[in-house]
């Protein structure tokens, strides 16, 4: 028997303010797509804005459903569109920011392990790291250099 560690590291911004410029601009695009969601039953609010090579910005925001599986994270919803349309650009950066319509969310929210799964094939298919960052509606924002930082032990095509 044996013992392995993981460990994982993030940069921590104190608010959006402190952001690089670019990222700055792109998450507070993500912002303005939050408050865009479809989230009627979890009243939770989620937008992304997703950076690709080709220096497009790709939105999505979180659209529930009554029957509950039916819906589709915000993460989701953006990487899918980005695959769609632009198939053979790099996502570079992701920003990704989530809000309660019924109290105040202040610590950054990751992604859902379904996103982080998501995020990890296109992260693979490209075979360059996807930044993250992620914040709450206000206070911290946490970076990511790659989203193996957030799913070190991925599932991916070797397996098959």
């Known amino acids: 028997m044996k013992e392995i560690s993981i460990t994982t590291q993030f940069t921590v911004f104190d608010s959006i303010k402190d952001l690089p410029q670019d990222v700055y601009t792109l998450m507070e695009e993500a912002v303005a797509i939050r408050k865009k969601a479809y989230a ?22 979180n659209q529930e459903n009554a029957a509950y599986p039916s819906g589709l994270c915000a993460e989701r919803v953006a990487i899918f569109y980005a695959g769609s349309v632009y198939p053979d650009a790099k996502i570079l950066k992701m920003a990704i920011t989530a809000a309660s319509d019924t109290n105040k969310t202040i610590t950054p929210i990751p992604p859902c392990g379904s996103c982080r799964q998501s995020i990890a094939e296109y992260e693979i298919k490209q075979d360059t790291p996807i930044e993250i960052y992620f914040m709450g509606e206000e206070g911290e924002v946490n970076k990511s250099a790659s989203l193996k930082n957030l799913l070190p032990l991925m599932f991916d095509k070797k397996f098959l």
């Not at 009627?40 to 910005?57: E, H, Q």
């Open 40 to 61: 009627p039953y979890s009243k939770f609010r989620v937008g992304v804005a997703i950076l690709l090579d080709n220096g497009k910005i790709v939105l999505g925001s």
